[in-house]
Each structure stands twice: as C-alpha cells, then as structure tokens.
T-cell receptor, first 116, second 111 residues
Framework: GAVVSQHPSRVICKSGTSVKIECRSL??????MFWYRQFPKKSLMLMAT?????????EQGVEKDKFLINHASLTLSTLTVTSAHPEDSSFYIC????????????FGPGTRLTVL | TQLLEQSPQFLSIQEGENLTVYCNSS?????LQWYRQEPGEGPVLLVT?????EVKKLKRLTFQFGDARKDSSLHITAAQPGDTGLYLC???????????FGSGTRLLVRP
C-alpha cells in the first residue's frame, strides 16, 4: 500500500513553454502533498506544501507564480512550471501523507524535466 | 546553509568493507529518517528513529539517533554492490510536518 505515482516520468520542452506534472496517491487519500526539487548529485529541497482544497504554502525563495500548484482532490496534486527556462531543468519529486500515519511521507518516483 | 550536514559526501569502498555515514545538526529533531535513493527514482524510506539514543537494525544496516536528538549515524556492515546509492537523512522538528533533508552521501560499493 501507500503508492504514489508521478506523470510524466520524463519531459523535454522548449524554453518559454509550460509543463504540468501530476502526482497521484493510488491507494490512499492524501491530505497533504509536498513538492521537492533535486539538482544533480544534490539533496531534496522542499518547494511547497499543498493541502487538498486550499492554497499551497511555498518555501522562501520559490516563486509561486512560476510554480503553480493545485491540489484539487485527495488523490491528485499538480505542479505546473510556467514559462520554463533551462535553469528550471531538474528532478521534481512529490510526496504525500494520508489521514492515518501523517508522520510518514510516501514519495513518488520523480519527474525529470529538461528545458531546451 | 544546510541544517543537516552529512559526511562524507562521497564514499567509494570495496565489497565486504564496513562504513559509517554521519548526519549532524545543531538543531534538535523530534524524529529522524534515513532514505536511500537510486538514480532517476524517488527516495525510499529505510528507518525512522524518534527516541534519543535509539538504535535500530535492518539486516546489515544499523541506525543510531544521538542522545540529544541532534545527530544520527548509519553503519553498514559488509557492504555489497547493491548498497550503492544516495543516502539521505531527513529530520522533522517539533510541531512541524516538514521534512528537512540532509546534504546526502553518495555511496559506491565496488565488486
């Protein structure tokens, strides 16, 4: 149980376009979802926290107008990178916590974004 | 600045050797977790420690939480090539749902 999926797993886009990444909890209801960013050979950096039905809370230094987060249901959160630029190229990982055992975050497999 | 510093940053050892990875902070954490991540995948939880001084064993892996809950260590006995990966510690502070990740230790076990 407690499986989190991400789609797509890899995406390549042109500079200036927008890209949407989906994060789904497959077998549990995710009250809270987290979005992380990871640069090559680096650790995970929390970008934002989203709760179902409310606005996301962004970490300091993360542009909320550039990284749009929507958590419309208890099983789906989306991250949209708007007007992507090469410096946005990174590995984006989501995680989710459920109604029970909220101390445990279940991580998705990640999405590799490459902006040309 | 990194709240959780891991050392070493990179470790290359021969199969069968032992190793220890350290995770240090000046802050107190209510709990600390260790993850292992392979290239192109999300991190996988190995263990959670919550009590100061706690020791947990997972086969050849031994995890320890410092008495003051500011540091932790991961010891691997008789490392195998399958242990290769990025090891991350992550801590949670009191009354916070956020996980703060350490700087990471990249382990390479050579056959």
């Amino acid at each position: 149980g407690a499986v989190v999926s991400q789609h797509p797993s890899r995406v390549i886009c042109k500079s200036g376009t927008s890209v949407k990444i989906e994060c789904r909890s497959l077998d549990f209801q995710a009250t809270t979802m987290f979005w992380y960013r990871q640069f090559p050979k680096k650790s995970l950096m929390l970008m934002a926290t989203s709760n179902e039905g409310s606005k996301a809370t962004y970490e300091q230094g993360v542009e909320k107008d550039k990284f749009l987060i929507n958590h419309a249901s208890l099983t789906l959160s989306t991250l949209t990178v708007t007007s992507a630029h090469p410096e946005d190229s990174s590995f984006y990982i989501c995680s989710a916590t459920g109604l029970v055992g909220a101390d445990t975050q279940y991580f998705g497999p990640g999405t590799r974004l490459t902006v040309l | 600045t990194q709240l959780l510093e891991q050392s070493p940053q990179f470790l290359s050892i021969q199969e069968g050797e032992n190793l220890t990875v350290y995770c240090n902070s000046s802050s107190v954490f209510s709990s600390l977790q260790w993850y292992r991540q392979e290239p192109g995948e999300g991190p996988v939880l190995l263990v959670t420690v919550v009590t100061g001084g706690e020791v947990k064993k997972l086969k050849r892996l031994t995890f320890q939480f410092g008495d003051a809950r500011k540091d932790s260590s991961l010891h691997i006995t008789a490392a195998q090539p399958g242990d290769t990966g990025l090891y991350l510690c992550a801590g949670r502070m009191d009354s916070s749902y956020k996980l703060i990740f350490g700087s990471g230790t990249r382990l390479l076990v050579r056959p």
